[in-house]
């Protein structure tokens, strides 16, 4: 059973920065697509960035040039560095993995990690 752990949310100031990790556990997701999604209060949750095992991104428009996704193989783990962060950046992060494909999320997501941006 995979298992998805973020860590790394919080409060941060407008224009400020934070670096979202998310851990995998139960199988190897070396040549998983792993992705960063968000979900704001009545909204439905988006795609915020992706990569592939071989180290391809994918990200959303509102994020490029502002938002980082990287992966370490070795330890299972995905991060997402956010800078010049927005309070429309506001909401919370999900962690996403199990397809081989940019084509949609896969079935295993993290319990999520708040991000809070004060203007």
């Known amino acids: 059973q995979v298992q998805l752990v973020e860590s790394g949310g919080g409060l941060v100031q407008a224009g400020g920065s934070l670096r979202l990790s998310c851990a995998a556990s139960?199988?190897?997701?070396?040549?998983?697509?792993m992705g960063w999604y968000r979900q704001a209060p009545g909204k439905q949750r988006e795609l915020v960035a992706s990569i592939s095992g071989d180290g391809s991104a994918n990200y959303a428009d509102s994020v490029k040039d502002r938002f980082t996704i990287s992966r370490d193989n070795a330890k299972s783990t995905v991060f997402l560095q956010m800078t010049r962060l927005q309070p429309e950046d506001t909401a919370v992060y999900f962690c996403n993995a199990g397809r081989m494909s940019f084509l949609g999320p896969g079935p295993y997501w993290g319990q999520g990690t708040q991000v809070t941006v004060s203007s």
């Open positions: 139960g199988s190897t997701l070396s040549d998983n697509v």
